[in-house]
């Protein structure tokens, strides 16, 4: 299983990285959407820890490609956008679980276990 961290902030990305690999995962990092999708091996045993706030293709433009998989990934959506932008860009992926900015270890954690 491989954890997918699509993020386009490097300090953000690099604290995820480091954690996720203290935690046993193997992470790997994309800094858009786009690149993810066109360069990442996406099995149904993945997680992809998914930033809303994508440039490009907005990160639930990525999430709705992922869920027309037939093995889709287990996806985790994480932003630091207000409560009203987050009920915008999920009204659509409403079972999607949400990660608030900033992340806390012991939330991550929980989240990919």
């Not at 995962?25 to 999708?37: A, H, I, N, Q, W």
């Not at 956008?81 to 009920?87: C, E, H, I, Q, S």
Request: net charge negative; charged share 20%; glycine share 8%.
């Amino acid at each position: 299983m491989i954890v997918h961290i699509v993020e386009d902030d490097r300090a953000v990305a690099d604290a995820l990285y480091i954690v996720l690999g203290e935690l046993g995962y193997l992470p790997t990092v994309y800094s858009d959407g786009e690149t993810f999708l066109a360069e990442a091996t996406i099995s149904a045993k993945d997680i992809v820890l998914l930033d809303l706030g994508l440039p490009g293709m907005s990160g639930v433009d990525v999430a709705h490609q992922l869920n027309s998989r037939a093995s889709a990934p287990r996806i985790i959506a994480i932003s630091g956008k207000t409560r009203a932008g987050l009920n915008r860009h999920l009204r659509d992926l409403p079972d999607m679980p949400l990660l608030r900015k900033p992340l806390s270890m012991e939330a991550l954690a929980e989240a990919v276990a």
